[in-house]
Protein backbone atom coordinates (compact mmCIF):
# COMPACT_ATOMS: atom_id res chain seq x y z
CA UNK A 1 0.00 0.00 0.00
CA UNK A 2 2.90 2.46 0.96
CA UNK A 3 4.42 2.14 -2.48
CA UNK A 4 0.99 2.79 -4.15
CA UNK A 5 0.86 6.01 -2.06
CA UNK A 6 4.22 6.99 -2.42
CA UNK A 7 4.18 6.51 -6.55
CA UNK A 8 1.15 8.23 -6.93
CA UNK A 9 2.21 11.01 -4.23
CA UNK A 10 5.27 11.50 -6.83
CA UNK A 11 3.13 11.68 -9.91
CA UNK A 12 1.27 14.28 -8.02
CA UNK A 13 4.36 16.55 -7.45
CA UNK A 14 7.05 16.40 -9.78
CA UNK A 15 8.41 19.58 -8.99
CA UNK A 16 9.19 18.30 -5.15
CA UNK A 17 8.02 21.02 -3.69
CA UNK A 18 4.52 20.45 -2.52
CA UNK A 19 5.21 18.94 0.61
CA UNK A 20 7.82 20.78 3.23
CA UNK A 21 7.47 18.12 5.99
CA UNK A 22 5.07 14.55 6.83
CA UNK A 23 3.23 14.83 9.92
CA UNK A 24 1.69 11.52 11.31
CA UNK A 25 -1.92 12.32 13.49
CA UNK A 26 -1.04 12.05 16.83
CA UNK A 27 -1.91 8.46 18.28
CA UNK A 28 -5.12 7.92 20.49
CA UNK A 29 -3.51 5.08 22.67
CA UNK A 30 0.02 5.83 23.18
CA UNK A 31 0.65 2.40 24.92
CA UNK A 32 -0.08 0.49 21.70
CA UNK A 33 3.57 -1.38 20.59
CA UNK A 34 2.86 -0.31 16.85
CA UNK A 35 1.58 2.92 15.77
CA UNK A 36 0.07 2.52 12.52
CA UNK A 37 -0.51 6.01 11.43
CA UNK A 38 3.26 6.96 12.54
CA UNK A 39 4.76 4.16 10.63
CA UNK A 40 2.53 4.90 7.46
CA UNK A 41 3.61 8.38 7.63
CA UNK A 42 7.60 7.45 8.61
CA UNK A 43 7.15 5.08 5.10
CA UNK A 44 5.74 8.13 2.99
CA UNK A 45 8.44 10.69 4.08
CA UNK A 46 11.08 8.05 3.29
CA UNK A 47 9.50 7.14 -0.04
CA UNK A 48 8.81 11.00 -1.54
CA UNK A 49 12.06 11.94 0.19
CA UNK A 50 10.18 14.76 2.33
CA UNK A 51 11.26 15.02 6.24
CA UNK A 52 8.90 13.69 8.83
CA UNK A 53 7.88 15.19 11.83
CA UNK A 54 6.06 13.84 14.47
CA UNK A 55 6.84 16.89 17.09
CA UNK A 56 4.72 19.73 16.12
CA UNK A 57 1.62 18.31 16.78
CA UNK A 58 0.46 17.04 19.77
CA UNK A 59 -2.11 15.62 21.17
CA UNK A 60 -2.83 17.56 24.70
CA UNK A 61 -6.03 16.20 26.21
CA UNK A 62 -7.59 12.35 26.20
CA UNK A 63 -10.97 12.35 24.51
CA UNK A 64 -13.63 9.59 24.97
CA UNK A 65 -13.73 7.31 22.00
CA UNK A 66 -15.27 8.37 19.06
CA UNK A 67 -14.48 5.41 17.14
CA UNK A 68 -17.60 4.33 15.33
CA UNK A 69 -19.84 7.74 16.29
CA UNK A 70 -21.68 8.70 12.90
CA UNK A 71 -22.07 12.41 13.47
CA UNK A 72 -19.39 14.59 12.44
CA UNK A 73 -20.33 17.70 14.29
CA UNK A 74 -20.52 16.07 17.72
CA UNK A 75 -16.94 14.35 16.41
CA UNK A 76 -15.22 17.61 15.91
CA UNK A 77 -16.81 19.39 19.18
CA UNK A 78 -15.48 16.23 21.13
CA UNK A 79 -11.82 17.58 18.92
CA UNK A 80 -12.05 20.87 20.04
CA UNK A 81 -9.00 21.98 21.87
CA UNK A 82 -7.58 18.33 21.65
CA UNK A 83 -4.60 19.63 19.57
CA UNK A 84 -1.92 21.70 19.53
CA UNK A 85 1.11 22.42 18.43
CA UNK A 86 4.39 22.87 19.57
CA UNK A 87 6.14 26.26 17.39
CA UNK A 88 5.05 27.41 13.51
CA UNK A 89 8.48 25.69 11.99
CA UNK A 90 5.97 25.82 9.25
CA UNK A 91 4.52 28.89 8.83
CA UNK A 92 3.67 29.81 5.31
CA UNK A 93 4.82 26.21 4.28
CA UNK A 94 2.78 23.01 3.33
CA UNK A 95 2.32 19.49 5.11
CA UNK A 96 1.18 16.18 4.70
CA UNK A 97 -0.70 14.64 7.42
CA UNK A 98 -1.20 11.76 7.46
CA UNK A 99 -3.70 9.33 9.71
CA UNK A 100 -4.11 5.66 9.41
CA UNK A 101 -7.95 5.30 9.66
CA UNK A 102 -10.46 8.01 8.73
CA UNK A 103 -14.67 7.46 9.06
CA UNK A 104 -15.70 10.82 9.14
CA UNK A 105 -12.69 13.63 8.84
CA UNK A 106 -13.64 15.33 11.59
CA UNK A 107 -10.21 14.28 13.53
CA UNK A 108 -8.22 15.20 9.90
CA UNK A 109 -10.59 18.32 9.94
CA UNK A 110 -9.47 19.38 13.78
CA UNK A 111 -5.53 18.81 12.84
CA UNK A 112 -5.98 20.59 9.74
CA UNK A 113 -7.60 23.34 11.34
CA UNK A 114 -4.50 24.09 14.43
CA UNK A 115 -1.95 23.52 11.89
CA UNK A 116 -3.00 26.58 9.84
CA UNK A 117 -4.18 28.81 12.70
CA UNK A 118 -1.84 27.96 15.67
CA UNK A 119 0.93 26.94 13.35
CA UNK A 120 0.20 29.18 10.27
CA UNK A 121 0.61 26.79 8.16
CA UNK A 122 -0.63 27.76 4.25
CA UNK A 123 -2.10 24.13 2.90
CA UNK A 124 -2.68 21.34 4.74
CA UNK A 125 -3.08 18.19 2.48
CA UNK A 126 -4.13 14.88 3.78
CA UNK A 127 -3.95 10.87 3.32
CA UNK A 128 -5.22 8.38 5.14
CA UNK A 129 -4.31 4.44 4.67
CA UNK A 130 -8.57 3.47 5.17
CA UNK A 131 -11.62 4.76 4.93
CA UNK A 132 -14.32 3.32 6.95
CA UNK A 133 -17.41 3.57 8.34
CA UNK A 134 -21.09 4.59 7.16
CA UNK A 135 -19.66 7.09 4.32
CA UNK A 136 -16.97 4.60 2.94
Request: net charge positive; proline share 5%.
Amino acid sequence: MVNQINSRLKELDKDKSCFDAVIPVPPSKLDRPFQPALELARQIAVGIHVPYDDTILRKTLKTDVIKGLPNYEIRVKMLENVFSVTDRRYEGKSVLVVDDVVETGATLDSVAKVLKEKGGISHVYVICGAKVGAYS
